[in-house]
């Protein structure tokens, strides 16, 4: 059931501790997301929570969802918990119950055209229930821990490029430069526009532009923050501009770090190159993420509209001459 006020005081269990403060914000802004949605498409507020329990006094588990672009067709699963009463129903109970989870915040995104989901790559039972619920990977990335050097000294950029912050004007070069690096199938899924970009972005946030050709080339953009505590980057190059790895890159990251003393650049897997270019720079690898989605169809309900048409094309189809009459039912 969704999460209420009376829910907090009952998520004693340890592995609830980090998600309190989140739990809380989101109950502070049920109302005003539903009167926001109800006027204008907007960045949402607040996750939305559901949570399972054998009694009101003993929670099983939470998930956590989130519609991830303006429109609301693609969504995302934030968090999936479970506690330490579930493991009291064994292995298989506790997977039945995420997988309960996630069915029912699935049904309840009404919207939602696709969802997505990322886990560990080393986090075996996670992708297997995923999996079960239709979650196909479509991206692995490694997580680079980086201690950037706060005295390094402004570093060379190719004349025929420029240094451009992240802003309202330039969107829309860091939005087309996303959708000529991300695979086809994830692009499509996600249904990203300028201004979810824009609302899933922190500054600083730069890219390399190629004002030749008016398109940008290479970007850093800063992540909205999630519950790692360190400040994200994702690193984009465009497939014909790999020359770029060295001076040009270096620049670009050194000034999405900005003060930031610690930050995780996220990385494609499969580009090698480049994850022998970050590991030159002393970054270190933290970990691999499966970025995982599925695509939801619904049968929708003729329209009374519909019926009712059909009814009077059948009605007048039998007085039309020449026309032999067909049986045709017309109600119950």
Do not use: K
Request: aromatic share 4%.
């Amino acid at each position: 059931m969704p999460l209420r006020g009376w829910h907090l005081p009952l998520l004693s269990d340890p592995c609830f501790s980090d998600l309190l403060p989140l739990l809380q914000r989101a109950l502070l802004l049920q109302a005003p997301e539903r009167l926001l949605n109800s006027i204008t498409a907007r960045p949402p507020l607040a996750p939305e929570a559901l949570i399972a329990y054998r009694d009101p006094q003993q929670p099983l588990g939470l998930v956590l969802s989130q519609r991830i672009n303006r429109s609301g067709s693609c969504w995302q699963l934030l968090q999936l918990r479970s506690s330490g009463a579930s493991l009291a129903a064994g292995e298989a109970g506790r997977m039945a119950i995420e997988a309960a989870l996630v069915r029912e915040a699935i049904q309840r995104g009404r919207s939602a055209a696709s969802w997505i989901a990322t886990s560990s790559s080393n986090d075996d039972e996670r992708l297997a229930l995923l999996r079960q619920q239709g979650f196909q990977p479509l991206r692995r990335e490694t997580l680079w821990r980086w201690e950037p050097d706060p005295c390094s000294s402004n570093r060379a950029v190719p004349r025929d490029l420029q240094l451009r912050p992240l802003n309202r004007r330039t969107a829309g070069a860091m939005w087309q430069l996303e959708q000529a690096t991300l695979p086809a199938q994830l692009r499509q899924l996600l249904d990203r526009r300028i201004d979810d970009l824009l609302d899933q972005s922190e500054q600083p946030s730069w890219m390399l532009f190629d004002a030749t050709r008016q398109q940008a080339v290479a970007g850093a953009r800063r992540l909205r923050p999630g519950l790692r505590g360190l400040p994200e980057v994702e690193l984009s190059v465009h497939p014909g501009w790999q020359h770029l790895l060295g001076e040009p890159l270096q620049q670009l990251l050194e000034r999405c770090a900005g003060t930031a003393e610690q930050l995780l650049v996220r990385s494609d897997v499969l580009d090698q190159d480049r994850s022998h270019w970050l590991q030159s720079l002393g970054m270190a690898p933290e970990g691999e993420e499966v970025v995982m989605a599925r695509s939801v169809w619904r049968r929708h309900a003729p329209q009374p509209s519909q019926q009712m048409a059909q009814r009077l094309e059948a009605v007048l189809g039998r007085l039309q001459p020449g026309q032999r009459p067909i049986p045709t039912p017309l109600g119950r």
